[in-house]
Protein backbone atom coordinates (compact mmCIF):
# COMPACT_ATOMS: atom_id res chain seq x y z
CA UNK A 1 0.00 0.00 0.00
CA UNK A 2 1.54 3.40 -0.84
CA UNK A 3 2.02 6.06 1.55
CA UNK A 4 -0.66 8.23 -0.28
CA UNK A 5 -3.08 5.60 0.24
CA UNK A 6 -2.49 4.81 3.70
CA UNK A 7 -2.92 8.57 4.69
CA UNK A 8 -6.02 8.92 2.80
CA UNK A 9 -7.31 6.01 4.73
CA UNK A 10 -6.61 7.40 7.84
CA UNK A 11 -8.12 11.09 7.17
CA UNK A 12 -10.80 9.30 6.10
CA UNK A 13 -11.31 7.30 9.12
CA UNK A 14 -10.97 10.46 11.67
CA UNK A 15 -13.45 11.79 9.45
CA UNK A 16 -15.99 8.97 10.07
CA UNK A 17 -15.09 9.33 13.63
CA UNK A 18 -16.06 13.32 13.76
CA UNK A 19 -19.23 12.84 11.51
CA UNK A 20 -20.33 9.57 11.57
CA UNK A 21 -20.40 8.43 15.53
CA UNK A 22 -23.34 6.91 16.73
CA UNK A 23 -25.82 9.74 18.27
CA UNK A 24 -26.61 9.66 22.13
CA UNK A 25 -30.10 8.00 23.12
CA UNK A 26 -32.25 8.59 26.36
CA UNK A 27 -33.30 5.96 29.02
CA UNK A 28 -36.73 7.09 29.59
CA UNK A 29 -38.93 5.41 32.62
CA UNK A 30 -42.63 5.79 32.93
CA UNK A 31 -44.99 6.26 35.23
CA UNK A 32 -46.89 3.30 36.49
CA UNK A 33 -48.93 2.69 39.10
CA UNK A 34 -47.64 -1.38 39.92
CA UNK A 35 -43.89 -0.89 41.24
CA UNK A 36 -43.58 0.32 45.20
CA UNK A 37 -41.33 3.52 45.57
CA UNK A 38 -39.37 1.81 47.17
CA UNK A 39 -38.19 -0.66 44.20
CA UNK A 40 -38.50 2.49 41.48
CA UNK A 41 -35.70 4.06 43.79
CA UNK A 42 -33.63 1.21 44.31
CA UNK A 43 -33.46 -0.09 40.84
CA UNK A 44 -32.17 3.47 39.88
CA UNK A 45 -29.52 3.69 42.24
CA UNK A 46 -28.83 -0.13 41.69
CA UNK A 47 -28.62 0.19 37.56
CA UNK A 48 -27.86 3.58 36.89
CA UNK A 49 -25.16 4.24 40.08
CA UNK A 50 -26.96 7.34 40.64
CA UNK A 51 -27.42 8.20 44.55
CA UNK A 52 -31.10 8.31 46.96
CA UNK A 53 -31.40 11.85 46.43
CA UNK A 54 -31.13 11.48 42.80
CA UNK A 55 -33.57 8.67 41.91
CA UNK A 56 -36.18 10.05 43.97
CA UNK A 57 -35.77 12.97 41.89
CA UNK A 58 -36.15 10.72 38.73
CA UNK A 59 -38.66 8.76 40.59
CA UNK A 60 -41.10 12.19 41.13
CA UNK A 61 -40.37 13.87 37.71
CA UNK A 62 -41.24 10.65 35.96
CA UNK A 63 -44.86 10.32 38.52
CA UNK A 64 -45.56 13.91 37.80
CA UNK A 65 -45.21 14.32 34.08
CA UNK A 66 -45.39 11.12 33.16
CA UNK A 67 -42.22 9.75 32.21
CA UNK A 68 -38.63 11.01 32.89
CA UNK A 69 -35.56 11.02 31.01
CA UNK A 70 -33.13 8.80 33.68
CA UNK A 71 -30.14 8.18 31.65
CA UNK A 72 -28.37 9.41 28.46
CA UNK A 73 -25.55 7.89 26.65
CA UNK A 74 -24.42 5.11 24.10
CA UNK A 75 -27.36 2.98 23.01
CA UNK A 76 -25.55 -0.47 24.14
CA UNK A 77 -25.34 0.59 27.51
CA UNK A 78 -29.03 2.50 27.56
CA UNK A 79 -30.22 -0.76 26.50
CA UNK A 80 -28.72 -2.86 28.75
CA UNK A 81 -30.13 -0.35 31.52
CA UNK A 82 -33.67 -0.85 30.35
CA UNK A 83 -33.45 -4.70 30.37
CA UNK A 84 -32.03 -4.68 33.95
CA UNK A 85 -34.69 -2.23 34.73
CA UNK A 86 -37.48 -4.20 33.12
CA UNK A 87 -36.69 -7.37 34.37
CA UNK A 88 -34.96 -7.24 37.67
CA UNK A 89 -37.50 -4.29 38.86
CA UNK A 90 -40.69 -4.51 36.95
CA UNK A 91 -40.37 -1.22 35.55
CA UNK A 92 -41.26 0.56 32.49
CA UNK A 93 -38.69 1.98 30.44
CA UNK A 94 -37.82 3.36 26.90
CA UNK A 95 -34.71 3.66 24.64
CA UNK A 96 -35.52 6.86 22.38
CA UNK A 97 -33.27 8.76 20.10
CA UNK A 98 -31.63 12.40 21.98
Do not use: P
Not at 11 to 23: D, G, H
Not at 73 to 88: C, D, I, P, S, V
Request: glycine letters at 8%; aromatic letters at 10%; charged letters at 25%.
Amino acid sequence: MSVITETKNKIVEQLNKLFYTERNVNLVLFNDDYVFEGTVRQGLMNVLGCNNSKAIDLMITAHTYGSAIVWTGEKKTAEEYALRLRTEYGLTTEVVDG
